[in-house]
Nanobody
């Protein structure tokens, strides 16, 4: 059974940085796409950044230039480097992975940015 485990969340002051990591276990096959979504209090879950197996990336406009997604396909891991964090980045961040019509989600990790 595939499991996604996130790490790296926490509390940081505005302007600071955090690095989120997600490791997939239970599968030797690579995922077509991996990425990060977030849900702020009272809001719907939204895409933050995704990366395909070939390396193509897509970012939400709100994080372009500040966040960088990367992955190690051989290890089924995906990372999110978050710089210049803002209070509006406060949310629960979820790792996502997909292949062959199946989608998997992690439990989420809290990121809190204080002003």
């Amino acid at each position: 059974q595939v499991q996604l485990v996130e790490s790296g969340g926490g509390l940081v002051q505005a302007g600071g940085s955090l690095r989120l990591s997600c490791a997939a276990s239970g599968s030797m096959l690579s995922f077509n796409i991996m990425g990060w979504y977030r849900r702020a209090p009272g809001e719907q879950r939204e895409l933050v950044a995704v990366i395909a197996s070939g390396g193509a990336t897509n970012y939400a406009d709100s994080v372009k230039g500040r966040f960088t997604i990367s992955r190690a396909s051989a290890k089924n891991t995906v990372n999110l480097q978050m710089n210049s964090l803002k209070p509006e980045d406060t949310a629960v961040y979820y790792c996502n992975a997909g292949r062959m019509g199946s989608t998997y989600w992690g439990q989420g990790t809290q990121v809190t940015v204080s002003s």
